[in-house]
Structure formats: structure tokens, C-alpha cells
């Protein structure tokens, strides 16, 4: 026989209870039209309370365990961005036939509020980048990505991740990169087509990257100043950035 679940359990328990609670009742007072009259008004008021318990505490338990679940989420993204991510910002940036449009709009300000960061992301989520593969140190790139492989399959692995589907569209983004730069021996006499297939590879990966990264660095902004510090020292877009702080 199969163990009782407790729910089931304690709702047995309860049911009982009240059940025992009424007889008890009767049983002192003998007085059934006033246990019916509060019983009614009870069941009269079951409907409101199922409303409150549904739509307002459900809800405030939800949001807080969203809540909860966005910091552990963001706690990902910045081992990501720590561990292969502003590196990878760096390294993609060569390959970039306008660096200095990123350099103009990527190096933050200090005093941006909520406004600029919503403004940047709408800015790049339509910018297309363009990408020249001999332009950067594709070898270079191949083997960074080659040494992340397994730190990006364990990011995948992560099942709050699903809730983070443009994270997760980047995680893949890189993965597909990495599958594909890894496969190919040597870079030195690849075809044409080879090549623009190569550069659409990058630049999606590119370009997701970037807009994740300023979803980042405005979390870091609003929650965490000192991390954002660092962040902006050492900005792969910046290139006077300096992780050294010097004296005014």
C-alpha cells in the first residue's frame, strides 16, 4: 500500500477536526440553528477567500520567488561575463570593420540613469555589426572559445536558465561558434562562402553579446556600485580603460 501523502493526510486532519469542533459544539449547547447561521456565513465567505489567497497572496509569493530566482540568474550571467564574456567582447571587437562606433556609444558614463541604458539596448538590439574574418585573430579566438567549451555546456546545463531566453539564446549563440571554429583545422585557405558563414556565426554571437552585457552592467549600476566600478574599468570597449584606480 502506498504511503499516504501528507497533503492528503492533513487534509483529512483538518476536515476531521472541524467536523469533531461542530459536534463538540452541539453536544455543550445544543444549538443547531446558530452552528447552520455560521457555517453559511463561513461558506458565503469561502469565495472572497479563495480570491485573496489566488490572486493576491499567490501572487506576492510568485513575485518574490521571481525575484529570488532573477538574483541567482544574474549571479550566472556575471560568473559568465567574469569567466568568457568581457574577454569575448574584447577579442570579437577586433573582427569589427567600425570599432569606433562601438567605442563612441559603449564606453559608459558614470551618472547614466535607467533612461540611457534603455536607450542603448533599443540602440543595439537594431544595430547590425559588421564583421571581417581576417581582420581579427581568428586562431586566437578558436582556441579562448575552445577553453570555455566546458564552462559553457555547465551554464547550460543550469535548468533557471530556461526562464532567461535571451541569455539562453546567447549561451547557444556562443556554443554554435565554438562547434564551428574548433571543427575547422586552419583558417589560411577557406572559401568565400566558408568565410561569410563564418562571419554570420560571429556576428549573431556578437551581437547578443552586446546586448546582454548592457542588460548587465545597468543591473550592476542599480545593485551593485562596487562591481559596477570594475566593470567600468575594465570595459572591452574602452581602450584608455585602466583596472588601476588613479588619484584625482
Not at 132 to 150: A, M, P, Q, S, V
Not at 155 to 164: A, G, K, R, S, T
Request: one cysteine or more; glycine letters at 4%.
Amino acid at each position: 500500500m502506498k504511503r499516504i501523502h501528507w497533503k492528503i493526510l492533513l487534509s483529512i486532519v483538518l476536515v476531521g477536526s472541524s467536523v469533531l469542533l461542530h459536534l463538540l459544539h452541539y453536544a455543550i449547547f445544543r444549538d443547531s440553528h446558530h452552528i447552520f447561521i455560521y457555517l453559511l456565513g463561513d461558506l458565503a465567505f469561502l469565495p472572497v477567500s479563495v480570491l485573496l489567497v489566488t490572486l493576491v497572496i499567490e501572487h506576492l509569493i510568485h513575485k518574490q520567488e521571481k525575484n529570488s530566482m532573477f538574483k541567482k540568474l544574474n549571479m550566472v550571467i556575471g560568473a559568465f561575463f567574469s569567466e568568457a564574456g568581457t574577454e569575448l567582447l574584447k577579442l570579437l571587437w577586433k573582427f569589427d570593420k567600425n570599432p569606433e562606433y562601438m567605442e563612441e556609444h559603449l564606453v559608459f558614463n558614470k551618472d547614466w540613469k535607467q533612461k540611457e541604458y534603455y536607450e542603448l539596448k533599443k540602440k543595439f538590439n537594431s544595430h547590425k555589426p559588421g564583421l571581417d574574418i581576417c581582420k581579427g585573430d581568428i586562431e586566437h579566438l578558436k582556441k579562448f572559445l575552445g577553453e570555455k567549451r566546458e564552462f559553457l555546456l555547465r551554464l547550460l546545463e543550469n535548468p533557471n536558465l530556461l526562464e532567461h531566453e535571451t541569455f539562453t539564446n546567447l549561451l547557444w549563440g556562443m556554443f554554435h561558434l565554438t562547434e564551428e571554429l574548433c571543427a575547422r583545422p586552419d583558417f589560411k585557405r577557406l572559401p568565400e562562402a566558408d568565410c561569410e558563414h563564418l562571419e554570420n556565426d560571429m556576428k549573431r554571437a556578437y551581437s547578443l553579446l552586446i546586448a546582454e552585457w548592457i542588460v548587465y552592467m545597468r543591473h550592476l549600476y542599480n545593485s551593485y556600485p562596487y562591481l559596477f566600478s570594475l566593470a567600468v574599468r575594465t570595459n572591452p570597449f574602452d581602450i584608455k580603460a585602466s583596472v588601476v584606480i588613479k588619484s584625482k
